[in-house]
């Protein structure tokens, strides 16, 4: 499509967005394939070496057990990608389907969604969460997923339900409906799509935004619990010894860092590629 | 500014003069050559008009003139005022002469005017920045001034905010904060084209009375040749940034001689032509303005391009007409072998040839009838407050809308923006619960369908909406467009791709155009695109809301033959919505001309348009512009004052009163009907009129007149 063509074009124009785009795909490649080239994995104990700093053999040296440090960051770091992008993409279409019903049906449903909508922008993500997950404790990892986009959708909904009145006004909409289309496939055939965009650059900003919860839950106890590892609680692990055994900590902590920014950046570039309103910066 | 070798010299006794002129925007495709080259000079006191499409770059010029392009606009050339460079000046210079000497007035008046001052305040504010006059010296020549432009009541109106004029009233105090510093040149920018024709009529009267007082020479840009034939003394036509043919007004539409001149005037529908004449349509789409190659840029869509057209492009030279008096240059190679609009003999551009409508043959009282509309009503409610909306009144948008439309007939609402057309289609459309009157479609009340038969009539009844861009959904492909009301309805995958193909072929577009996107097309084929998606399920009636009044002329002329070609061919029933009253003579079989949310006159279009009777429909007709200056300047305007009343209100007597020109002159005794009664449409005898009856206005003082 030579829109998105235009837009990928915009976009590579864009060098900070570009580097942003390089690290996620690093970091997507190391998680999910680092395993591969250590010797060590996540849950083996190097008898031989407890608390060493980085060496060839342990890259970002190893624990007070004696678990290698880089194979433990690849595994936390490849459950936060997945919290974080399933949390996005969950969280993006469930404010699709409530905002845009909200927007274009009008009348109860509108009011009801809406009614949804301020109710939980106003409850207090971060404590309910705190509070509910003792009682998922033991359970999936993915109820934490399914708790953190119960909490990130509502913004979007708002954006998504007010693109949808000024979407149900365009003409073609309009068309559709004296055609004799159904409501549900106006909405997904005409209405989400000329939303892409913005639900494009939302997935990706959610995505930073559920890391960085999901991260602070696990510090805090409330996310992701033992055996499995996040990012967060291998920086919970090491915040003890965040001076005296620096690598436990500043791994796991900067690669965090890294994550969210190189996030942030691709979404900043790509809201500049696709709005139009960016003025043309090409030269003559 | 540095200047070619060869450049014409500057014309020293010119109030503006133009040399050169060049104007290259960025883009992501690479630079957009929107001017190239360009020579004008505007005399003192002379009416130039510049006439070209959009695109044609002819915004570019004046605002490249006036310093007000974007920054990352390249202008080279030069352009003198008064013999002083205008290119290149600083801001702050340009702006001593921008307001004071050279003035402006743009197409969109509401834009153009700061909402949170009053009109007053920013008249007087254009006043002081250039004149050393106290605040209420200004404020008095304020007043003076929005008296000239003839807005009622000036002393109090001064007050008022830009929002509570309406569009002409607008217009009007843009021109008179144009004069205020009693210029020496005026642009006006298509002053008129955001207005309705009486209101445009009434604006260009302002803008000659404007340039009377102030004895300001007049540079006119505009699409509208009408507009052209009217005013100017001398017409620039631009096409691909360029200036393709300039003379003095008489000749460029009495003997033109570049084809796309030619084109443009067989485009034009007329007020004057007879009924179903076809419109000479001018094939294929402007150029690029991309990497333009060096040939004529008309050549693509030239019918007498030869071999040099496509390897030169041509000079604008003068040619054998050419006189000292009236200087005629055209850039053509083969000018010269044109005569009226004649080359060895044969037309320019062809006529095309259209299929008669078989349904004439048969009378209108035996065909059947498509939709009955009996005294519709719609409303708005005017809702005031924020938290706690509370209705505080009641737009009565349609206001009692009765007429039929019988097979193969279409029948044409006519009318200014505000007088219900839009309103009354929309009502049909919905298919629902009426808050009056009532809709009979293909025989069935519309209020009381199933939810079956609902989709049968939506399948019989299609709509085709005015702006081709928003109607088609720019995510999906044409063909995926097309294929969607096949869906709908439920026919099988395998036979709608046939179809799509089918419906492309009936509107003159390519096969391969399905996998295209809307993006990729021209305004003229996307409004093709929309209208073969109505034919897709064979309707008997299409509505059809302004459709070509978004489009270029020459490009608008094809889909209008299209639209009368189709329905030749398909038996269809139209209901045309425009404002234009031209481009009804061509389309449409019968008029109906609506005011204040009723009809208050309908006939067939022969009738009403050499025949009208109500005085509303009268004024409209002379309102309009014929794109020829002899016959144009002989005609006799009527204008009416001020602008269409307030729909909130319920009137007592006729609703045209307050604007009537035949009231106002009545003998006082006569008058007692106009005042008390509603006018239904009757014919000059006073009898009702039927749906039997085939002409009929709102009026209880017909009187016939003849205003085309």
């Known amino acids: 499509m030579s829109r998105w063509r235009l837009v990928w074009r915009r976009f590579q124009r864009n060098k900070s967005a570009i580097f942003g785009l390089v690290v996620i795909a690093v970091l997507f490649v190391a998680a999910f394939f680092g395993q591969f080239i250590t010797q060590w994995s996540y849950d083996q104990i190097d008898a031989n070496a407890f608390l060493k700093p980085p060496s060839t053999s342990h890259w ?7 678990q290698d440090v880089f194979a433990q960051t690849m595994r936390g770091l490849q ?30 449903i509108e009011r009801s969604n809406l009614f949804v909508i301020s109710l939980l922008l106003v409850l207090p993500d971060f404590l309910i969460i705190a509070i509910v997950s003792p009682r998922i404790r033991g359970q999936s990892w993915l109820w934490l997923v399914v708790l953190i986009s119960l909490f990130a959708w509502m913004l979007t909904a708002m954006v998504v339900y007010n693109l949808t009145l000024s979407l149900k006004q365009r003409e073609f909409v309009t068309a559709a409906r004296f055609m004799g289309v159904r409501p549900f496939t106006v909405i997904t055939r005409h209405i989400l799509p000329n939303m892409a965009s913005f639900l494009i650059i939302d ?53 965090l860092t890294i994550l969210v920014l190189a996030v942030s950046l691709v979404g900043d570039g790509l809201r500049d590629a696709i709005d139009p309103q960016s003025e043309a910066k090409a030269s003559l | 500014m540095t200047e070619e070798p060869g450049a014409i010299a500057h014309d020293p006794s010119a109030t503006l003069s133009v040399r050169d002129l060049k104007v290259t925007f960025p883009s992501e495709a690479g630079a957009v050559a929107a001017v190239r080259g360009v020579n004008f000079d505007v005399h003192p006191g002379e009416v130039v008009g510049i006439v070209g499409e959009s695109g044609s770059g002819k915004s570019t010029v004046a605002l490249a003139v006036m310093g007000l392009l974007q920054n990352s606009a390249r202008v080279t050339g030069s352009a003198h005022f008064k013999g002083d460079e205008l290119l290149g000046l600083e801001d702050k210079a340009l702006s001593r002469i921008r307001g004071r000497s050279v003035a402006m007035v743009f197409q969109d008046p509401l834009s153009a005017f700061t909402p949170v001052y009053t009109i007053g305040a920013q008249i007087s504010e254009a006043i002081r920045i250039h004149q050393d006059v106290t605040k209420d010296q200004a404020n008095a020549r304020a007043i003076e001034l929005l008296d000239l432009v003839g807005i009622p009541q000036a002393k109090d109106r001064i007050r008022s905010f830009p929002h509570e004029f309406s569009g002409g009233m607008r217009q009007r105090a843009m021109i008179a904060m144009a004069i205020a510093n009693d210029p020496d040149l005026i642009i006006a920018d298509e002053p008129t084209t955001a207005l309705d024709v009486t209101v445009q009529a009434q604006i260009l009267d302002v803008l000659e009375t404007a340039r009377q007082a102030t004895k300001a020479a007049l540079l006119l840009i505009t699409h509208d040749l009408g507009v052209v034939a009217g005013t100017c003394d001398r017409v620039a036509v631009m096409y691909g940034g360029r200036i393709v043919e300039t003379s003095e007004v008489y000749s460029v539409f009495k003997q033109p001689q570049m084809p796309y001149t030619i084109g443009l005037l067989g485009a034009v529908p007329r007020l004057d032509s007879g009924v179903g004449e076809p419109l000479v349509p001018i094939e294929g789409a402007p150029p690029n303005m991309v990497n333009l190659p060096d040939a004529c840029p008309f050549v693509e869509r030239c019918p007498i391009a030869i071999d040099v057209c496509r390897e030169r492009e041509p000079g604008l030279d003068e040619t054998l007409t050419s006189t000292t008096e009236n200087v005629h240059q055209v850039a053509c190679h083969r000018s010269n072998e044109i005569v009226d609009g004649r080359i060895d003999g044969q037309p320019v551009f062809a006529l095309p040839v259209l299929g008669a409508i078989e349904h004439t043959t048969i009378a209108r009282a035996d065909r059947e009838v498509v939709i009955d509309v009996k005294d ?23 206001d009692g809308v009765s007429f039929d439309v019988r097979t193969g007939e279409a029948l044409a609402l006519v009318g200014e923006s505000g007088c219900g057309k839009t309103s009354t289609v929309t009502e049909i459309l919905e298919l629902r619960k009426l808050k009056g009157g009532s809709v009979t479609i293909f025989g069935k009340n519309a209020a009381e369908l199933s939810k079956d038969e609902k989709q049968e009539v939506r399948r019989n009844l299609q709509v085709v909406f005015q702006d081709p861009q928003a109607s088609l959904d720019p995510r999906l492909p044409v063909g995926d467009i097309l294929a969607e009301p096949l869906k709908t309805h439920g026919m099988p ?58 489009l270029d002329v020459s490009i608008q002329a094809g889909v209008l033959n299209l639209l009368t070609e189709l329905r030749a061919r398909l038996g269809l029933a139209y209901i045309f919505v425009a404002h234009d009253l031209s481009v009804v003579r061509q389309t449409a079989d019968r008029v109906a001309v609506m005011y204040l949310g009723r009809i208050i006159e309908i006939g067939d279009t022969d009738d009403v348009f050499n025949r009208p009777w109500h005085p509303y429909t009268q004024a409209l007709l002379s309102a309009v512009p014929i794109p020829d200056p002899v016959r144009e300047r002989e005609r006799h305007r009527i204008l009416l004052t001020g602008d269409q009343p307030s729909p909130t209100v319920h009137y007592e007597g006729c609703r045209f009163r307050s604007r009537c020109f035949r009231y106002q002159a009545l003998p006082e005794d006569q008058t007692q009907d106009c005042r008390t009664l509603d006018p239904s449409l009757t014919d000059p005898t006073g009898h009702d009129l039927g749906h039997e009856g085939t002409h009929g206005a709102a009026c209880f003082h017909i009187e016939e007149r003849d205003v085309v």
């Not at chain 1, 997945?82 to 404010?95: D, E, K």
């Not at chain 1, 409330?222 to 609680?233: N, R, Y």
């Not at chain 2, 009503?377 to 349609?398: D, E, H």
């Not at chain 2, 072929?505 to 390519?510: A, F, I, M, Y």
Request: charged residues 15%; positive net charge.
């Open chain 2, 376 to 398: 519709l009503i719609r409303q708005y409610p005017v809702r005031k407050g924020a938290v706690l909306s509370r209705r505080v009144g009641t737009v009565y948008a349609v």
């Open chain 1, 60 to 66: 970002f040296g190893t624990s007070q057990i004696g």
């Open chain 1, 79 to 108: 459950k936060s990608l997945i919290i974080g992008f399933l949390v996005g993409v969950i969280s993006t279409g469930l404010a699709a389907i409530v905002g845009a019903t909200a927007g274009y049906f009008g009348g109860a």
């Open chain 2, 493 to 550: 995958k395998e036979e709608q791709r046939a179809r799509v193909l089918e419906l492309l072929s009936l509107v003159g577009l390519e096969a391969t155009h399905a996998d295209r996107y809307p993006a990729e097309f021209s305004g003229g084929q996307r409004q093709r695109i929309a209208i073969a998606r109505a034919l897709a399920l064979n309707p008997q009636l299409i509505i059809l809301d302004e459709p070509v009044s978004a």
């Open chain 1, 203 to 255: 997935t990706t900003l959610t995505v930073g935004g559920a890391i960085l919860l999901e991260s602070g839950l696990s510090y805090f106890g409330f996310g992701v619990q033992p055996p499995d590892i996040s990012l967060g609680t291998l920086i919970a692990g090491g915040t003890g010894s965040a001076l005296t055994y620096v690598w436990l900590f500043a791994f796991a902590g900067s690669i």
